[in-house]
């Protein structure tokens, strides 16, 4: 059984164990840590075919957790490792290895219910009642902007309690269609809210784009670049009810289809800061790459309130940057930068729009007021 503080957790980001998402994790701070609960996708070494390296992955995201819980999950079958991942997505005997890896890697990670179009109901049914016998709390994630929750629903119905499943409603990695997802959402809460009253769900989504490259201005020489782009993850909540009635998600300021991709040309750097609801990319061509480092910086340093007073590592990457010390900087390294302050923003906002609305959550208000 996993020990999970629900109360203190205000995000649920979906991250993988790919190198730029794991040193973004690992260098924020604890405190931020516990007000979020990471839904980390297993994503093993190229280099290393076998179901050892899944174990590996979950070993790393254990690590930078630092003992704190977490959700693993193994998303889509990938490219690579195809044959370890179907094994683990096996949905024989309630998806029985899938549970027995969870279960064997002793440490606070928690297995997501795995809802394969392939499998019938009882398994996944099965599955979600061994999973809360085994780790107390039971996760599933539809995916898609019309997700099917036949199946989900009907293992929420075989759970010995309910109120401890959450239900994260990812509509995907697509801008351009993440608003338009709020209509379905708002029918789905509606429909289990009347059927479960204690259910805990979370819209997540994303809204980071693929390229960068379009949301800025360009004067003459293609230099400087800058642009900001509204978090659109924020107004989906908003429409959805907002809490009490839903949890915040996202995924992590990583457009997963495009990252890791192909570093930049040479000269050629891209840093990207969050702040208010927002990104704000600064993009520079210059002779070395050092120099674009530099600038694009130092524009993100200028243009930040208080820049560098949250003591967060990827301030301090990019100050660093500013003052023109010189070392390799790549793509990788400025999606570290990238996604380990999205995390620590999304948690400081979200701890403060949570105190200042109603944050006593649906489930908690009808406990209440069943002990009254």
Not at 130 to 143: Q, S, T
Not at 160 to 175: H, K, M, Q, S
Not at 224 to 248: A, K, M
Request: glycine share 8%.
């Amino acid at each position: 059984m996993v020990e999970v503080s629900l109360d203190e957790i205000v995000y649920f980001p979906s991250l993988r164990t790919q190198p730029a998402e794991l040193r973004a994790l690992r260098e924020l701070d604890k405190a931020r840590k516990r007000g979020m609960l990471p839904l980390m996708q297993l994503v093993p070494e190229a280099r290393m075919p076998g179901a050892g390296d899944f174990r590996r992955a979950a070993q790393q995201a254990a690590e930078v957790m630092q003992g704190l819980p977490h959700l693993i999950d193994l998303g889509r079958a990938p490219l690579q490792h195809a044959l370890a991942w179907r094994r683990l997505a096996d949905p024989a005997q309630g998806f029985r290895a899938w549970r027995e890896f969870a279960r064997g890697l002793r440490h606070d990670g928690i297995p997501v219910v795995q809802l394969s179009a392939v499998a019938g109901d009882r398994a996944i049914a099965q599955q979600a009642a061994w999973i809360e016998r085994d780790f107390g709390l039971v996760v599933f994630r539809l995916r898609g902007p019309v997700p099917s929750a036949a199946a989900m629903e009907r293992a929420i119905d075989g759970l010995a309690r309910p109120e401890r499943a959450i239900v994260v409603l990812d509509f995907g990695t697509e801008r351009e269609w993440l608003l338009g997802c709020a209509g379905n959402g708002r029918e789905l809460l509606a429909r289990w809210r009347a059927r479960w009253p204690r259910l805990r769900v979370v819209a997540m989504g994303n809204s980071f784009p693929a390229t960068a490259q379009w949301v800025g201005r360009a004067p003459l020489g293609e230099t400087p670049r800058s642009g900001r782009l509204v978090i659109l993850e924020r107004e989906l909540h908003q429409r959805l009810g907002g809490w009490p009635l839903v949890d915040y998600g996202d995924h992590g300021a990583i457009h997963v289809p495009s990252e890791p991709g192909p570093e930049l040309p040479g000269g050629v750097v891209r840093i990207d800061y969050p702040w208010q609801g927002e990104w704000r990319f600064e993009r520079r061509r210059r002779e070395t790459s050092d120099e674009a480092n530099r600038d694009a910086a130092l524009a993100i340093v200028a243009a930040a309130p208080s820049f560098g007073e949250r003591g967060l590592w990827g301030e301090h990457e990019i100050q660093e940057a500013s003052n023109g010390r010189v070392y390799a900087r790549g793509r990788e390294a400025w999606t570290a930068v990238r996604v380990n302050l999205h995390l620590a923003t999304q948690v400081d906002e979200m701890r403060a729009f949570r105190v200042s609305s109603d944050t006593t959550h649906p489930r908690e208000r009808d406990a209440s007021s069943e002990s009254a």
